[in-house]
Each structure stands twice: as structure tokens, then as C-alpha cells.
């Protein structure tokens, strides 16, 4: 590992990586190993990656956290069915779409809806939100709604959500069953490819900092990312609620995601990678480091006020402010590191390729 290398054979490396060669398991696991000197250098070159694949545009993404409730019970979760200090809400059907209308109203051309596992909105309510959306606001729709069957996903697909995300969240599949009781590594798997399969945009994701995860699992979710040809990817530190059972057992873990991230970068070369709002909750400069690292996207929250506080995955979790106000604030943010916010949908820019489904 780093020790062994020389400077020679590390910089041989990281140009390795920054060219655009694929990168061997081995490889991945020595740049998150890198002495912690050579950080600048690798978040550096994810930087000059991205600009040269991506640009220098930020791209915007709507969320509406549209129900806390969820039938899950992961350990790492705010939400989890177990949380009883947590107090549930749905919004309504003319809630969301109003607050659809207010993403529309900023410009901001994409919409997420997300939610807890809540079958409270089943396929046909799920669909009737798409199909209202598409008519009212012509926004671009990302689902963020957990796993459902493929028939569901296909229902969803042919009433117009254009997108969908699902985080991995990790791919030791022991860990993944140990910290998502009743859930299979493989279901999460196979429910990924059938989303990319149908032809949505689709985005998966990990957790850094999660217990048990070891560098050698975090190189294998840069390659599950990689391996499903994911068009988006989330990656956030862990960040423990006191409400559940992994409360307290969280540390810094802001150097590892931003080398996690820039590896993605490095790796998966044309990608829309957001800059996470956990980095933004660990700390006041994390979505700036992400964007320095490798990220081209932000996700202003437009949940209401008074729902906001209470999708309360992590603590700590919400700007302060309407999301108006947010973007307007980290525009001059974005400015001060010559970058654009840009309105328009930002899909990946290069045709996906399937084969590797079949
Ligand atoms: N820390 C960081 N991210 C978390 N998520 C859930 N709990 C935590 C936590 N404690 C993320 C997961 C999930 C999304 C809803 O939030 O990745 O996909
Ligand atoms: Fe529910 Fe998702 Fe939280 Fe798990 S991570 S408890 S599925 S909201």
C-alpha cells in the first residue's frame, strides 16, 4: 500500500488516474490510502477532471422531502420506523404540487421527490404526482422513494419520472444486511439494474464512515458505481442521530468522503456528483470542498418550513432560510471559486451504455 510506493510510483498513479485509465481495485484502494500530503493533489486532479468532462457550471436539483415516514428500520437513520421521538408527517397531494410550482417559480428545472419507505403512497398515487407535474410544471422528475418492484419502477417510468435514485449506501453485503435489517444487498443490486435497464438517469451513492467499512469496501462502491455505468452519485459522510443505535459512534470523516468523491470523479469521468448536504452539515465549507473535488451539482431543500426540521435523517441537517435564499447565498460562494449556477436540466451529457446489463 501508500507505504511501500515511492513518490515516483505515487505521482505515476495519480496520473494514471487523472488520464482516464481504468483504475484496478488494487489502484483505487492506494489513493484512498495516500499519505495525507498528497490530498491537495488528488482533489486537485478530480477538479481538472470535472472541468475538462463537465464544466464549470453547477447544476441545480429541487428536493421535496415530501414524507418522513418509513417502514424501514436501518441503524444509521433519523427516520427509522423504531424512532419514536421523531414526529411523522405526509404532505398532501396539493402540498407537493405547490411546492413543485415554487421550484418551477425559481428556476431551478429539476425536481427530487423524496421519502422514507412509505407505502402509504402507493404506485397509483406515486404515478398521479408524476403524471400532475409533468402537466402543471413541466419540471424533470427525480424519485428518490426506495426500493419497489420492477413493475413499479416501469409504472413510473411510463407515467414520466425521468430519473431515479438509490443509493447502494454500501457494498460489503454483510455490513449492508447488518446495518438495513430485512434488506438484501442483492435485492438493492438487482433493483439498480432494472432502473437502469428501463432507462432511467440513475443515481446511486454510498455512506463514508459507516461502522466495519474498511478502504477496501469503499473501493468497491467506486466500483459498483462504476460497473453499473450510474449516471449520478451520491456520497456523504456518516453522520450518527443520537435516536438510533449507532448514536455516538461517528467521527470526521470529511477527508475520506472528499477523497472518496474525487476518486468517483477520477473514475466515472462525465457524472453529475452533488455536493452533499452531509458534507454540508459536517462542515461550513464541505459543499465548497466537494465542488473543489470533483462535485458539479447542488440540491437546494424546498420542503416547507414546517416539514423541513422534521426529515431528520442526521442532525443538523438544514440551512437556515428558504431555498431561494440558500441558492442565492451559495451563488456568491460558487462565484468566489469561478463557478456558474446554471438552470437548465443538466442531464449526463455523454449516451449511457447498457451492455453490461445484459
Ligand atoms: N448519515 C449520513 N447519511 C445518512 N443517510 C441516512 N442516515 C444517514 C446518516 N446517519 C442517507 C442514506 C440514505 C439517505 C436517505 O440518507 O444514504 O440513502
Ligand atoms: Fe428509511 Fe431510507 Fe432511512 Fe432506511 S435510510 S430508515 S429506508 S429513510
Known amino acids: 500500500m501508500s507505504i511501500s510506493k515511492s513518490p515516483d510510483q505515487i505521482d505515476q498513479l495519480l496520473i494514471k488516474a487523472e488520464t482516464g485509465n481504468n ?45 418522513n415516514t418509513c417502514e424501514r428500520n436501518c441503524l444509521y437513520c433519523g427516520l427509522r420506523k423504531s424512532n419514536a421521538n421523531l414526529s411523522r408527517y405526509r404532505m398532501s397531494e396539493d402540498e407537493i404540487i405547490a411546492t413543485a410550482n415554487e421550484i418551477k417559480k425559481s428556476g431551478v428545472p429539476t425536481v427530487v421527490l423524496q421519502s422514507g419507505e412509505d407505502s402509504f403512497f402507493d404506485t397509483e398515487m406515486i404515478c398521479r404526482l408524476i403524471e400532475r407535474i409533468r402537466r402543471e410544471t413541466d419540471l424533470v422528475i427525480t424519485l428518490s422513494i426506495g426500493e419497489k ?16 435514485l438509490l443509493k447502494h449506501e454500501t457494498a460489503d453485503a454483510e455490513i449492508y444486511k447488518y446495518l438495513r435489517p430485512g434488506c438484501k444487498w442483492e435485492d438493492r443490486l438487482q433493483s439498480l439494474k432494472w432502473i437502469k435497464g428501463l432507462g432511467f438517469e440513475t443515481g446511486t451513492g454510498n455512506i463514508v464512515g459507516l461502522p466495519g467499512q474498511t478502504l477496501e469496501t469503499l473501493a468497491d462502491d467506486l466500483l459498483v458505481m462504476k460497473l453499473l455505468n450510474a449516471d449520478m452519485l451520491g456520497i456523504g459522510p456518516f453522520i450518527a442521530h443520537p435516536d438510533t443505535p449507532l448514536a455516538g459512534i461517528d467521527h470526521d470523516d470529511l477527508e475520506m468522503t472528499l477523497r472518496v468523491l474525487a476518486v468517483a470523479r477520477l473514475l466515472t469521468r462525465n457524472t453529475n456528483i452533488p455536493a452533499t448536504t452531509a458534507l454540508g452539515t459536517l462542515h461550513p465549507q464541505g459543499r465548497l470542498l466537494a465542488l473543489q473535488a470533483g462535485a458539479n451539482v447542488v440540491m437546494p431543500d424546498f420542503t416547507p418550513e414546517i ?10 441537517r438544514t440551512d437556515a432560510g428558504s431555498a431561494v435564499e440558500i441558492i442565492h447565498k451559495l451563488e456568491k460562494d460558487f462565484q468566489s471559486i469561478g463557478r456558474t449556477l446554471q438552470y437548465s436540466i443538466g442531464h449526463r451529457l455523454v449516451k449511457t451504455d447498457h451492455s453490461i446489463l445484459h
Open 149 to 164: 418492484s420492477y413493475a413499479d419502477y416501469k409504472s413510473f417510468q411510463q407515467a414520466g419520472a425521468n430519473r431515479y
Open 307 to 316: 416539514y423541513k426540521s422534521r426529515y431528520d435523517i442526521y442532525p443538523g
Open 23 to 67: 483504475l484496478k481495485r488494487e489502484e483505487i484502494i492506494e489513493l484512498l490510502a495516500l499519505p495525507i500530503s498528497y490530498t491537495p493533489q488528488l482533489l486537485e486532479a478530480a477538479d481538472r477532471v470535472r472541468k475538462e468532462q463537465v464544466g464549470d457550471e453547477i447544476f441545480l436539483r429541487g428536493i421535496i422531502e415530501f414524507s
